[in-house]
Each structure stands twice: as C-alpha cells, then as structure tokens.
C-alpha cells in the first residue's frame, strides 16, 4: 500500500511539473473587457462582431464580456480602461484609435487588441513599421484602399476642382488619411485643403466653411464626423456639395458614396484572435496586425436623390 501511494504521489509531482512546464495556464472562464470610445454604426458593429465571435469561440457560459462606452470623450478612454484593469480582465479590446491609445498607456502586461484603427504607426507612434506591433497589443485594421477612394471622387464629380477634408485634429490616423489622400488628389491635379474640427461643437461651422471652399468633400474614418452625420447632412444638403465618405456608416448619414470594409466581419476577425491569445496561448507579441478583407462600393440612395446625382454602376445601394 504505501509503494502504491508513493508511486501515485510521484506520478501527481511529474505531472504537476509538466503543466508548469508547457507555460500554459488552463481557465475554464475568462474575463474580457471592452472600451469602445463613441456610439456610431462602424463601431456597435465591430463590437459585435467581436462579442459573437468571442462567445463563438470560448463558449457563450464561458467568457463574461464587460462593454464600456467613452462617449466620444477621448480622456475618458482612460477611465474605463483603468477601470477594466480593476476587474482583472485577460484581455482588452480597444474599439478605435483614442480608445488603443489609453489601453497602450495603462497597461503593458494585459493583451491589448485593437480595431477600428486605421493605422498602428501613427496611432502608436512607431517609426519602424513591419506589420506587428510587439509588446502586448496586437488588432486589426480598418484602412480601406486610399488611391481608390480618392479617385472616386474623379470617378463621381469629374469636374472637380477642390476638394475640402474633414476629420476631428485629435485622432491621428484621422491626420494620416487625410494627408494620403491629399497627396492623392494632388497627381490627379485636383487642389484639397484641411478643414478641422476639435469636437462636436464645431462640426457644423467648419462643414460650412468646408462647404462654401470645395467643390467635394471627403470625410475619412473619423469617430467624431461618424458621430455627427446629422449635423453635418444638414449643412452639405442645404449648401449642395456632395460627400465621398471613407466607410459606410458615415456614408450613410451624409455622403454620396464610399468604398468601405465591413465592420462586423473586422469585429469578428479581432474576437478570433482574442480566441487564440485565450484559449490556444497564442503571444500576442508575435501576432501581425490583420487587414480588412474585400472592402465594397456603396452608395447612398437618400444622399443621391436630395443633391440630384444618378448613382453609378457598379455600386451597391446602402439600406
């Protein structure tokens, strides 16, 4: 009995020591928290998809999701990620630009992914961009094909002389869109200039200033333009200036047109990759940042009728 019971003991030491071993901790639960910096379609959509594909993937009794909303206010990022770290999550995802930012400055341990995020060099301030971040942060991205969205605008106004950009100053890959499309129109030899707005406070009067320079205006993926579609449909219906949008949502409040990923689909690729960090241990440090797939020309029927313009074919048509 007691060469049975020392056999066992031995047995339960090896084994203890090989899962100590594999580096791997096992969890029959997770906790995952969510910071999405302000309430528009692209972004509820790719929380979602994320959210689906989490479940999907861990098991819907196995992983408790904590969703917090910034409300456009960038400073409170860092109030609901610091907030999540209190709740010991495994992992946070970082709905748009701002909201990556506060989560990279809080915490360096926790696995950090992101979406909704054009570009991780700007956002993250990377000089040696090779397509992963390192460290703890991994995501994807939502940057549609800039050359092709700018000759839209050629495609659409042929005309066009000046085109005016849009965007909020305070989000960098808002800056980095828009100084790539600049470059853009200028070799097709269509003058742009800048128009930009701080909050939603001033998003109707620079609409209008925007309005009363350009022929067309393009708005890129901008959380806080994407926030205000109303205020700005308002200005650029009166004043008749047509709007190429740089995705869907935003093209369906105020714009004419866009070429533009799907946000769910770019939500569901970021909870798979949250599956794989949880639950098959993958480093998040190694993960390469994954890009939208198949982005889609839409058009906006309501935009269309109100400014005149016969949509074009080859353009599906936004519901």
């Not at 379609?41 to 917090?68: C, H, M, R, W, Y």
């Not at 901008?222 to 700005?232: P, R, V």
Request: with cysteine.
């Amino acid at each position: 009995m007691k060469k049975l019971t020392a056999v066992l003991l031995i047995l339960i030491m090896v084994l203890s020591l090989a899962a100590c071993g594999s580096g791997k901790e096992e969890k029959d639960s997770w906790t995952v928290g969510v910071c999405q910096l302000v309430q528009h379609p692209a972004l509820d959509k790719a929380t979602e998809g994320f959210v689906d594909a989490l479940k999907e993937g861990l098991g819907e009794d196995k992983v408790n999701v904590i969703s917090q909303n910034a409300s456009g206010d960038y400073a409170s990022c860092t109030t609901v990620v610091n907030d999540l770290l209190s709740r010991n999550v495994d992992l946070i995802m970082a709905n748009a630009t701002p909201a990556l930012q506060a989560a990279a400055a809080a915490t360096d341990s926790i696995p950090i992914l992101g979406t909704s995020v054009t570009h991780y060099a700007p956002a993250l301030d990377i000089s040696d961009w090779t397509g992963t971040v390192g460290g703890n942060i991994s995501g994807t991205s939502d940057l549609a094909p800039l050359d092709e969205q700018a000759a839209m605008i050629k495609e659409w106004f042929p005309e066009t002389k000046k085109v005016a950009i849009i965007y909020c100053n305070s989000e960098a890959n808002s800056v980095f869109q828009a100084q790539e499309v600049a470059g853009y129109l200028s070799s097709m030899g269509i003058e742009s200039k800048e128009f930009t707005f701080t909050d939603t406070n001033d998003v109707a009067s620079v609409t209008l200033a925007a309005c009363q320079y350009a022929d067309v205006i393009y708005i890129p993926t901008d959380n806080i333009a994407a926030a205000n579609t109303e205020a700005i449909a308002n200005v650029v219906y009166t004043e008749k200036v047509p709007v190429i949008a740089g995705e869907s949502g935003i093209c369906s409040g105020c714009g004419v047109a866009t070429l533009s990923i799907d946000y769910y689909d770019l939500g569901v690729a970021t909870g798979k990759m949250a599956v794989r960090i949880l639950k098959d241990g993958a480093d998040v440090s190694t993960m390469p940042i994954e890009n939208a797939a198949n982005p889609t020309k839409y058009y906006n029927p309501k935009a269309c009728e109100a400014l005149g313009i016969t949509p074009l074919e080859g353009y599906e048509a936004l519901e």
